[in-house]
C-alpha cells in the first residue's frame, strides 16, 4: 500500500523539480543582457559572442541525448547529480 509523502517531502520535491526544470532557460536568460558588454569587455565582434550562446544551447541538446540513455540505465537520480555537478563546476571555471 502506498502511503502519501509528508508536506515537507512534497515541498522538497516540488523545489528540485522547479530547479531542475528552470535551470536551461535561466542560463540562457542571465545570458542574454550580458551579451553587448561581452563585446565590449573582450574587444571582439557581436557574432563570436553569439557563438557561445549557441554553445550553450548545443550543451544543453547534447547533455538531454546523453543523460537520457544513461538515465534509463543507471536510474534518473545518479545522471541528474553527475549533470548538475558538471554544470556547477563548469560555471564556477568561467568566472572570473
Not at 48 to 69: D, V, Y
Request: charged share 10%; proline share 6%.
Amino acid at each position: 500500500m502506498a502511503t502519501t509523502p509528508s508536506l515537507g517531502k512534497r515541498i522538497w520535491l516540488v523545489f528540485i523539480l522547479g530547479t531542475i526544470s528552470a535551470t536551461g532557460p535561466l542560463s540562457i536568460d542571465l545570458y542574454l543582457p550580458a551579451l553587448p558588454e561581452m563585446t565590449r569587455d573582450l574587444q571582439t565582434h557581436a557574432s563570436l559572442i553569439q557563438l557561445s550562446l549557441s554553445a550553450c544551447l548545443l550543451g544543453l541538446a547534447i547533455g538531454q541525448l546523453i543523460s537520457g540513455p544513461l538515465s534509463d540505465k543507471y536510474g534518473r537520480k545518479g545522471p541528474l547529480i553527475v549533470g548538475f555537478l558538471s554544470f556547477g563546476l563548469v560555471s564556477l571555471l568561467t568566472c572570473k
